[in-house]
């Protein structure tokens, strides 16, 4: 079995809490033997799949699969496209060089504000950008975006390889459909 749960803000990857004022996936309600394939951080939202089974985890997360991850990322600024170019190319950050990847500046998104709405400056705009990889480091997108001078303020995964968020609302999951199985392993 593999679910496709979208990850509200504020909720760590896990179903252990690590103190009583952490929400985790317990609250959930998901079937019991499932764990998350990967994680968000507790201040990303969107797309994340949970399993039974082990060879998911493998075949969506080892490198050798080069499966992509669609991100969009709301940025503090208005994202430049040297910023983008810079980003499609690879840049280094912390201890490793990111992988090239694909970039672009969105016109618009129709996400609902976030319970926890982003931090908002008069005199600062904000934009959105994608971003298409297929590396996934800890806060590899917030380090990226910041280390070319646009912050990340909001950030959601819309898809993991074919398999797109869609209509899916924040808190709920489903189970995916044999074609939909089929298309992740493609």
Known sequence: MILA????????????KQAPEHRT????GFPKEVYPIGRLDWDSEGLILLSDEKYWNDFLLHPRHAHE?????????????????????????????TKPCQARLLAETAYPPRDLPIRFRLSVPTSWIELKMTEGKNR???RMTAAV????????????????????????????SPKEQKMLKQ
Do not use: C, M
């Open 149 to 176: 001078g646009f912050p990340t303020l909001r950030l959601v995964r819309t898809a993991f390889g074919a398999l797109e968020l869609g209509n899916l609302s924040p808190g709920k999951w489903r189970e995916l």
């Open 5 to 16: 749960f979208n990850k509200p803000y504020g909720i760590l990857s896990q179903f252990t």
């Open 25 to 28: 996936f317990e609250e959930f």
């Open 140 to 142: 590899q997108v917030r």
């Open 69 to 97: 991850r669609v991100y969009h990322a709301q940025v503090e600024g208005l994202a430049t496209e040297e910023a983008l170019a810079k980003l499609r190319e690879g840049i280094p950050i912390q201890d490793y060089q």
